[in-house]
T-cell receptor
């Protein structure tokens, strides 16, 4: 089972770009990499998902090198409301009834300061 | 449409009691997940349903924990003979198909075992 390692915490200032790296040395061929954001007293919220190279959406970019042993979540121009815990998730590709075991990392607590 | 809902939002019980936690997924989502989250930790996978059947229950900690989804929609997580160590936030998520899709999380049920 793939396991993930992330920094415990990061600090940033409003308007800066934030990059959070997740290590997943034992990632399997079928595993996808997904990032979630969680605010206190709320369930996690999907940010972005990718398999290889680069994925970009309206809120973030995800960079995955060729060996897929790590990934980097990039948040452009963060604001105070981006203060949250960010989780890196590595999971099996579902295919109907195929089984899998989804493992969250311990998360990175991002604090954005004015 | 409505998101994932969970009831109750808070549950306080005594050691040894039986509890049921309910999850209403997003309509049409075939996959449903239960997680447990302790303070300062990432969500811990418990069980995954594809339709009515449990496709993966490898995360259930012991036989005191059981979950059902009889009609492929609402799910109930059942905990027998609760222990103080069961205290945590229990999160439910649903997705359209399986592990490769975005999971939508509910707000969670905070269980406190006295």
């Amino acid at each position: 089972l793939a396991k993930t390692t992330q920094p415990i915490s990061m600090d940033s200032y409003e308007g800066q770009e934030v990059n959070i790296t997740c290590s997943h040395n034992n990632i399997a061929t079928n595993d996808y990499i997904t990032w979630y954001q969680q605010f206190p007293s709320q369930g996690p919220r999907f940010i972005i998902q990718g398999y290889k190279t680069k994925v970009t959406n309206e809120v973030a970019s995800l960079f995955i090198p060729a060996d897929r042993k790590s990934s980097t979540l990039s948040l452009p121009r963060v604001s105070l409301s981006d203060t949250a815990v960010y989780y890196c998730l590595v999971g099996y590709l579902g295919n109907g009834g195929s089984q899998g075991n989804l493992i969250f990392g311990k998360g990175t607590k991002l604090s954005v300061k004015p | 449409g409505a998101g994932v809902s969970q009831t109750p939002s808070n549950k306080v019980t005594e050691k040894g009691k039986y509890v049921e936690l309910r999850c209403d997924p997003i309509s049409g989502h075939t996959a449903l997940y239960w997680y447990r989250q302790s303070l300062g930790q990432g969500p811990e996978f418990l069980i995954y349903f594809q339709g009515t059947g449990a496709a993966d229950d490898s995360g259930l900690p012991n036989d005191r924990f059981f979950a059902v989804r009889p009609e492929g929609s609402v799910s109930t997580l059942k905990i027998q003979r609760t222990e103080r160590g069961d205290s945590a936030v229990y999160l439910c998520a649903s997705s359209l198909m399986g592990h490769d899709n975005e999971q939508f999380f509910g707000p969670g049920t905070r269980l406190t075992v006295l």
